[in-house]
């Protein structure tokens, strides 16, 4: 089945620590995104990519970092200079950049700093 | 910039009744489209429903139909015959025209009561 696949589902960090969030997804679609959700905050958008070797920062980029070397894999590394990095983190993805279609999101990732 | 507006953090409705969730945004584009997203307590996103805003014709999927309004920029969402799966976070979502990212409210969640 196609679709997008985050892991590792939970994770610990340290402060100090950079971590490396997965997301691949097979629907061969173009664009993929990175959002973040706290509670009673709704997602906010951390880096986007419209297409393979390209990408763009979002709301609220500092303190992350993303790479798209491939079609289907966009992974985002927070870094030490994340303030607050303790939340949920939703990979997602679209056919293209614009027009109907809609967003389709991975299961999400939660990281917890010790 | 473009902004979306949940006004009801949570609500709750009895099984088999009907619900309205309230939603509002602001753009000065002419070309977007607004959805709505589902978050069951597995935290995975699941479309629930898509309005075009050309289209003058409300959206509607099984149960689940809008009230688009495009002069007030009012975009609800009515759940008919509520059932205990319904039981989620739903959020409201604007994609302009020429972009790819999503825009979210805050979210409102929803109890069903047996």
């Known amino acids: 089945d196609g679709g997008i696949t985050q892991s590792p589902k939970y994770l610990f960090r340290k402060e100090g620590q950079n971590v490396t969030l997965s997301c691949e997804q097979n629907?061969?679609?173009?664009?993929m995104y990175w959002y973040r959700q706290d509670p009673g905050q709704g997602l906010r958008l951390i880096y986007y990519?419209?297409?393979?070797?390209?990408?763009q920062k979002g709301d609220i980029a500092e303190g992350y970092s993303v790479s798209r070397e491939k079609k289907e894999s966009f992974p985002l590394t927070v870094t030490s200079a994340q303030k607050n990095p303790t939340a949920f983190y939703l990979c997602?993805?679209?056919?293209?950049?614009?027009?109907?279609?809609?967003?389709?999101f991975g299961e999400g990732s939660r990281l917890t700093v010790l | 910039a473009q902004t979306v507006t949940q006004s009801q953090p949570e609500m709750s409705v009895q099984e088999a009744e009907t619900v309205t969730l309230s939603c509002t945004y602001d753009?000065?584009?002419?070309?977007?489209?607004l959805f709505w997203y589902k978050q069951p307590p597995s935290r995975q996103m699941i479309l629930v429903i898509r309005?075009?805003?050309?289209?003058?014709q409300n959206a509607t999927e099984n149960r689940f139909s809008v009230n688009f309004q495009k002069a007030a920029k009012s975009f609800s969402l009515k759940i008919s015959d509520s059932q205990l799966g319904d039981a989620a976070m739903y959020f409201c979502?604007?994609?302009?025209?020429?972009?790819?990212?999503?825009?979210f409210g805050k979210g409102t969640k929803l109890s069903v009561k047996p």
């Open positions: 629907l061969n679609h173009d664009a």
């Open positions: 997602a993805s679209s056919i293209g950049w614009t027009g109907r279609g809609e967003l389709f």
């Open positions: 990519s419209q297409i393979v070797n390209d990408f």
């Open positions: 979502a604007y994609r302009g025209g020429s972009q790819g990212n999503l825009i």
């Open positions: 309005q075009e805003a050309y289209k003058q």
């Open positions: 753009t000065s584009e002419s070309d977007y489209y």
